[in-house]
T-cell receptor, first 111, second 116 residues
Framework: RKEVEQDPGPFNVPEGATVAFNCTYS??????FFWYRQDCRKEPKLLMS???SGNEDGRFTAQLNRASQYISLLIRDSKLSDSATYLC????????????FGQGTELSVKP | GAGVSQSPSNKVTEKGKDVELRCDPI?????LYWYRQRLGQGLEFLIY????????KSGLPSDRFSAERTGESVSTLTIQRTQQEDSAVYLC??????????????FGPGTRLTVT
């Protein structure tokens, strides 16, 4: 079983839709959580960190449930430019800060 | 300012040949990471350098893989006797620090390696 699991998709949604991505992690020692965005044939870029209290950045909302070891990302009013692969990422400080990536969830927003 | 740069951007090599990939981190970043991304997969950690400490090599898949870093500057990843399963995008990232701190890792554009 992979340490970070995501539904690979693809998610095909119309513009303006709300879409939710889920992610589970298996190691309870995981301490920091992130969502990265990766465009086709490009490097990953940090979208947002995920905090226990939940956090929002414009149309994007991230949630963390430590008890269930579950992370989510909600995108409201999706735009064509949101089309990308969204990577769920965890970090454990006792392992030098290396990032552990899920395989990514592909999103395609159609007009 | 300048981001993380990597060279070459693309490399095609024959099975059995050695390859060397280069990463120039952001100036002042003490932590440097190498990851590998196979087609359709997430990133896999390979190796981590933090200042002058011994590197964390726990992610290197075999002894054909090695990496060096001179001080807090350039790093090279070397793959000896390449195999077809080594075909992937090799990504380098750097951050202001590594363990214990929530510094963002900035990724380079990657080197796309194809072993024929």
């Amino acid at each position: 079983r992979k340490e970070v699991e995501q539904d690979p998709g693809p998610f095909n949604v119309p513009e303006g839709a709300t879409v939710a991505f889920n992610c589970t992690y298996s190691n309870s020692a995981s301490q920091s959580f992130f969502w990265y965005r990766q465009d086709c044939r490009k490097e990953p870029k940090l979208l947002m960190s995920v905090y226990s209290s939940g956090n929002e950045d414009g149309r994007f909302t991230a949630q963390l449930n430590r008890a269930s070891q579950y992370i989510s990302l909600l995108i409201r009013d999706s735009k064509l430019s949101d089309s990308a692969t969204y990577l769920c990422v965890v970090k454990r400080y006792n392992q030098g800060g290396k990032l552990i990536f899920g395989q990514g969830t592909e999103l395609s927003v159609k007009p | 300012g300048a981001g993380v740069s990597q060279s070459p951007s693309n490399k095609v090599t024959e099975k059995g040949k050695d390859v060397e990939l280069r990463c120039d981190p952001i100036s002042g970043h003490t932590a440097l990471y190498w990851y590998r991304q196979r087609l359709g997969q997430g990133l896999e950690f390979l190796i981590y350098f933090q200042g002058n400490s011994a590197p964390d090599k726990s992610g290197l898949p075999s002894d054909r893989f090695s990496a060096e870093r001179t001080g807090e500057s350039v790093s090279t990843l070397t793959i000896q006797r390449t195999q077809q399963e080594d075909s992937a995008v090799y990504l380098c990232a750097s951050s202001l620090a590594g363990a214990g701190l929530s510094y963002e890792q900035y990724f380079g554009p990657g080197t796309r390696l194809t072993v024929t």
